[in-house]
C-alpha cells in the first residue's frame, strides 16, 4: 500500500521553465539569483528554487531533472559528491555520467578555512592550523556539512593531529553568533563570508596545504540546451563575472545589511551587465500574502498527508487487532519508520520522488501512520470483553461487526490519533521547506539563515498558530465523529 | 419473597423433543477441569436453569451451548445442528444471549441495540418498528425510554432492554447468563416475575444460569445442579429436595425454604 501511494506521488513532471537550485546559505542563494536573473535578462522562462537542503539534495534533484542549473564548488565536487576518487581538475567525465556538465566558472573561489577573533588568536599566538595542536582545550563549531564531509573535520584532524574532543555541530551562520557570544573559539570558514571583516577574524594558514580548490562553477545539465535552446549561451555571461572582492560584497549585503537577495543579484547585474535588466525576483508580496501563501502550501501538505496516512493506517490498525502475530508485525514496522529522523526521511525520499510537495507528503504520511495504526490496534483491543462476547453471540456479520460496533467503540482512541498526527503533521511540515515544498518552513529557514528574527516569526508563529487550531479543530470533530452514547460518562452498575 | 409460581404447565408446543442436547461435553482451561463429561437435555418450551456455587462451571457450560467456546469432548447439538464456535454466526443467530451486565453497546440506543441483528440481516424498517413496540409492551418498557443511550438508563431498565434484544429474532433458546444478578433485591424480584411472565407468554425454551436457590425455584423447570464441573443431579427442584441423590445435593438444598412453603 505504501508503495503505492509513493508511485501515484511521483508520477509525471511536464516540461516547463529552466529551474535553477540553490542549497541553504546565502551564498548559493544569491549565486542562485544571479543565474536565474541572466536567464530571464535573455528572455527565457526560469524559476529559482531556492534554499533546499545541503549539497546531496540539490545534487541529486539536478541528477534527477528536478532542477537543471545550480552553483557548486569544484572542491565539494571531488571531495564530497565523488568522495575523493576524482581530481578537481579533472571532473568532467565523472560529471558527464550522471548527465551533468561544468558550467561557466563563476570568477571566485570560496574555500574552507578555519578562524577565530583576532583577539583570541592573538592572545594565544595562533596563526597557522598547526598552531591549534598546542591548544587542546579550545571549543570548536563547525557547520554540520564539514564535521561529515571527506575533506571536512575528520579529514582535517587526521592531517593535523588535532587533539580537540570539545567539537559540536551547527549551522554555519550561527557559528558566527557563538563566535561573537564567546561561546565557540574556532569555527569553519567560506573564505567569501562578509563577517571575515565585518568582525575582524583571523584566518588561520592551511600551512599543511589539506583543503582542496574551491573554485566556484555552475553545474548545469547536459540535456537543458537541447530543452531550451540558449540557455546554456546565457549562462555563459556570468563566467569569469564575480571575483573574490564582489562576492563578499554581495555576501555582506545580503547578510549584515539584509537586503533581499533578489535585490542584491539584480544590481549586481545592473552593473556588471548594463541595462536596467529585469529583476530576477519580482518585488515581493505584503505580509499577509506572503502568510496566506505559506498556509495554503502548509496547509496542502497537511491535508494530503494526513488524508493518506488515515487511508492506510486504519485498515492496517484493525488488521493488526485482528491478528496477534501480523500487529506485532505491524506496529513494530511503523513504529521504526518513526525513529528515522525526520530530514533523514525527507532526503531519502529525494532519489524516490524529486524535490518539491511530493517527497515531503511523503515523508509526513510515513510519520503520520503510527499514532493512528496505534490508537487503532489500542481502541479495537480495549473494548470490554463483555461487549465483545455480546457481539459474539449475536452473529452480526464481519463487516457489519466492524463498522456498525467496533469502530464505533474504538472511534475516541482513533480520534485521538488522528489528532497526534495532524499536530505532528503541522510541526514536521516546517521541514518540508529544506525540499521545496515551501510552507511555513521557507521563512523559518531564511530566517535562520540570515539571522532575522521578523521572518522566523513569520513563519513560526502562524506554525504554533496553527497547531493550536487544528487542535482544536479536532476537539470539534471528536464531537461529531465519537457517538453520542459514549461521551455520557461511564455506565454506572445497578439500578 | 418473590411472587407465587405460576400455575404448571406452560401451553404445548408445535416441535417435540429437547431443543438443546449435550452429550459428554467437557472442557478445560489450562489444564483445569471446568466442565467434566457434561449430558444434558434443555426440553422445548420449558426454562432449564443452571445452578451452583461461583466456579462450578455453570457460565462455562452457557457459553459451550452459545458456541462461544469449544468442547474438548462431547456433542452440544441445536435441533440436530452441531453447536461450536466453527459453526458460525448463523447457528449463533438462533439464540438469545444475555448477560449479567446486559452487555449493552453504550453507543447504541437501547432501540438500535435491540434492532442491531435485524438491520443487519435486512429485515425492513416496518418490521423492525412492529417487532419492537411488541417487545417494547411485553417486557413493559416505557417507549421513550427506547430512544435512549444505555447510560442512561437504570440497570432493571437495561436487562428489560437486552431481554427484548435476545428475544428479537424470536429464537430457538434464550442463554441468560445471571441476568438479574447485577440488581437490588426489589428491582430483581420484580424482574423475577416478569421473566416467568414473558416466558410462560412466548413459550421460549430458556437457559438460564443462577447461584441463587429461590430464583432457581421461581424460574426453573428443571433445575441441573453443577459442582465442580460435572452435572449432579436434574430434575424440578421438589424432587431434588425430596430425593437429593447425595448428602451434598440435601446440604446445598438445605438452604431453601421454598419447598417446605407449599
Redesign the interface.
Known sequence: MTALVLLLLSAGVGPGPVRVGSKVFTESVLVGELATGVLRRAGLPAEHVRGLGGTRVVWDALVRGDVDVYPEYTGTLAEEIFGGRVRPDALGPALAAAGVTLGPALGFEDGYALGMREEVAARLGIRRISDLREQPGLRLGFSNEFLDRGDGWRALQRAYALPHRDVRGLDHELAYRGLRAGALDVVDLYSTDPEIEAEHLRVLEDDLHHFPEYRAVLLVRADLEQRVPGARAALETLAGQIDAPAMIAMNARARVARVPEGQVASSFLRERLGGTGASATEPGPGRARRIATRLGEHLTLVGISLGLSLLVALPLGVLAARRRGLGQAVLAGVGVLQTIPSLALLVLMIPLLGIGTRPAIAALFLYGLLPIVRNTHAGLLGITP??R?????????GW??LV??EL??A?PSIVAGVKTSAVIAVGTATLGALVGAGGFGQPILTGIRLADTGLLLEGALPAAALALVVEAAFNGLERLVV????R???????? | MPAPRPQQPAPPGHGSGPVLVLRDVSRSFGGRPAVRAVSLQVPRERTTVLLGESGSGKSTLLRLMAGLIAADTGDILLEGAAVNPGTGAALRRRMGFGLQSGGLFPHLTAADNVTLLARALGRPAEWRARRLSELGALVRLEPELLSRWPAQLSGGQRQRVSLMRALMLTPAVVLLDEPLGALDPVTRGELQGELVRVFRALGTTVVLVTHDLDEAALLGDQVALLRDGALVQVGPIEELAARPADPWVAKFLAGWRGGGQR
Open positions: 463483555d461487549l462476547e455480546s457481539a459474539d453471540a449475536l452473529g452480526l456479520p457489519f461487526r456498525r460496533v464505533p467503540l472511534s457517538p453520542r452514547g459514549l455520557l460518562g461511564p455506565e454506572e452498575p445497578g439500578s
